[in-house]
C-alpha cells in the first residue's frame, strides 16, 4: 500500500482541473459514479430530476452553477406517464437535453445505455434510477453486494471517464431498513 503525507500530495505535478458538471458536487473524469442514497420517499427522485433539468437548461442547481448539456436519465421505477408529468414541468419546449429512457429488457442494461451514449455523443450527465434495478439486483441483495457487481467489469465498460470523459454519472440508490436486507 502506498503511502502520500499531506506534503507529498503538494509535491505531485499539477493536474488538469476538475471540470464539473454541477459546482462543487459532480465532476468528469472521476473514473465511476456518483451514489445519491437514501430511504425510500425521501426525495431522491425528485432531487435528480431538478438536477437534470437545471443541467439540461444551464440553470444553477442549489445555487450551484452547471455545465448545460444533454441528460441521459435511465429510469427503472417510474411508468411512462409519470416521467411525462416529472420532465415536463418548467421545461421548454424547445428543449431537447434530456433524454428518458425505460429498458425493455433488464438483462440488456449495460449494453442499452452503451448504446445510448454512442448515440448521444453530447452527453455530459447520466442519471441511474435506481441502481440496485439497473444492476439486476432485487430487495433481498445487500447493499455490499450491490457495490461489489459496480465494481464488476460489466459496470468498467460504461465508465464515463474512458470512453465519455466529459460525462459524469449518478446512481439512485434507495437504502434498505436492516431487516429487509437480509436474505
Known amino acids: 500500500m502506498k503511502e502520500y ?109 452503451k448504446a445510448k451514449l454512442d448515440k448521444h455523443p453530447d452527453t455530459v450527465f447520466v442519471i441511474i434510477e435506481t441502481l440496485m434495478d439497473f444492476l439486476e439486483y432485487g430487495m433481498s441483495r445487500t447493499m455490499t453486494n450491490a457495490a461489489h457487481c459496480s465494481r464488476s467489469s460489466a459496470m468498467k465498460s460504461v465508465r464515463s471517464t474512458k470512453t465519455f470523459p466529459s460525462c459524469s454519472s449518478i446512481g439512485c440508490v434507495r437504502r434498505m431498513p436492516l431487516n429487509s436486507a437480509r436474505g
Do not use: W
Open 5 to 113: 503525507s499531506l506534503q507529498d500530495l503538494r509535491s505531485l505535478p499539477a493536474s488538469e482541473p476538475p471540470k464539473y458538471i454541477i459546482e462543487g458536487l459532480l465532476r468528469t473524469r472521476r473514473g465511476r459514479p456518483s451514489i445519491l442514497g437514501g430511504f425510500d420517499h425521501v426525495g431522491k427522485s425528485t432531487l435528480a430530476q431538478q438536477m437534470a433539468k437545471c443541467v439540461a437548461k444551464g440553470e444553477p442547481f442549489l445555487s450551484r452553477s452547471t455545465c448545460q448539456g444533454k441528460v441521459l436519465y435511465f429510469q427503472t421505477e417510474e411508468s411512462v406517464e409519470d416521467a411525462k408529468i416529472d420532465f415536463l414541468k418548467n421545461m421548454p419546449d424547445e428543449n431537447e437535453s434530456i433524454v428518458v429512457l425505460h429498458p425493455d429488457n433488464p438483462k440488456n442494461n449495460f449494453e442499452e445505455l
